[in-house]
């Protein structure tokens, strides 16, 4: 079922100047489908590897919670032995799961890992009444929380606290959501009345954007440093390459999705969840259209990019925009040419690719030239 295509826009506002490290901005048209367990009144979509398998959990006739795996058209259910509720939360790709459990009685909520079709249990022992275990990558290290308060990773049998830092007098409050390859780990703290998203690579921890008013959930990653997240149920984004940003000092760039998302992998695939009036499904959204983009500044008024496409269909031109006029524009999915600018500030430069079917998704910057 496809529900609708988006254009996701990438717009940096910076002051490039001749001297400036060339920037990498990225821009991805999508072709949404809809997740939904056969039957179930809900569906969340938690998780995608980069086989394209597809983990969440569903709600049956009687609104009893299961887990499931989505592959190549067929779902399974996924319960953990007697348990009266479970949930797949992340899936690596050598096809292990993660996820949490309860059993009959009070709260009592355990994490687990299935590998090669066992189940182990997964209860950091700081725990006082539960674990829930959100992401794992292919060497098996395991992120996620504790008591609803604490991070945790869990190496080679090994537990270990992680909690994002706080202010004064905050208790803690830090979920980890997912982690890749390169051990880069996902997740949000409640900071200063709001949750912040954050990612953490090479022990240094970034937030997603700036303080301010709006939560931030960061509920993926992947291997090229593409992260996943959302603001509300409604509100999912996606920022990539975000370690092109870090090592500026800068916030990157969010780009809007369909709803809120949990998962990208490699190929940039994005999986999520969103609402109707009488139901939640998953969705699935697939690059119909992507963008690469590199800009630098060989000389103070020309502009050197670097632009390749790719799709579904054969791509037609690049074309290069300043202040909504056409200045540039090449057929085919290439483009690699030194552009002489005028001099302004704030200028508007759009690089925009067009596909055999009219297709397009751009990249926009706000630049000044001398």
């Known amino acids: 079922m496809r529900i609708r295509r988006l254009s996701l826009l990438v717009a940096l506002f910076t002051t490039l100047v001749p001297a400036a490290i060339s920037q990498t901005l990225v821009s991805v048209t999508y072709d949404y489908a809809a997740i939904s367990f056969p039957g179930a009144p809900v569906t969340n979509v938690n998780g995608i590897n980069n086989s394209n398998v597809i983990v969440g959990s569903y709600y049956d006739s009687q609104y009893f919670v299961h887990g499931f795996i989505y592959r190549a058209g067929k779902y399974t259910a996924i319960n953990f032995p007697g348990a009266t509720v479970t949930e797949v939360l992340g899936i690596n790709d050598n096809g292990d799961i993660v996820g949490m459990y309860q059993l009959p009685g009070g ?53 270990r606290t992680l909690n994002a830092p706080q202010l ?51 509920t993926g990653i992947n291997d090229r440093g593409d992260i996943a997240g959302c603001h509300d149920i409604q509100a999912g984004f996606v920022s990539f390459a975000v370690g092109n940003y870090a090592s500026a000092g800068k916030f990157p760039p969010e780009q ?115």
């Open 256 to 370: 809007r999705v369909v709803s809120c998302a949990s998962g990208i992998n490699y190929a940039r695939a994005i999986v999520g969840s969103y609402s109707t009036l009488n139901h939640q499904n998953g969705f699935l959204g697939i690059p119909a259209l992507t963008l690469q983009v590199s800009l630098t500044w060989p000389s103070t008024n020309l502009v050197h990019i670097a632009a390749t496409a790719s799709g579904n269909n054969p791509i037609a031109q690049i074309q290069v925009w300043l202040n909504g006029s056409e200045v540039y524009h090449v057929a085919g999915g290439t483009l690699n040419a030194n552009i002489k600018l005028p001099a302004g500030t704030n200028e508007k430069l759009i690089v925009r690719a067009i596909d055999s079917k009219g297709v397009s998704t751009k990249v926009t910057d706000t630049i000044t030239v001398n």
């Open 107 to 159: 709260l009592n909520f355990h994490g687990f890992v299935r590998h090669n079709g066992w189940f182990t249990r997964i209860d950091d022992p700081s725990a006082e009444f539960g674990t829930m275990a959100f992401g794992i990558n292919k060497f098996g290290t395991i992120v996620g929380s504790f008591d609803n308060a604490q991070g945790f990773v869990y190496q080679n049998g090994t537990y």
């Open 168 to 218: 004064p007098g905050e208790p803690h409050q830090t979920q980890l959501n997912g982690i890749n390859d390169q051990g880069w780990i996902v997740g949000q703290v409640f900071r200063g009345g709001i949750w912040r998203g954050f990612w953490i690579a090479n022990n240094q921890l970034h937030f997603v954007e700036p303080a301010g008013s709006t939560d931030s959930e960061a």
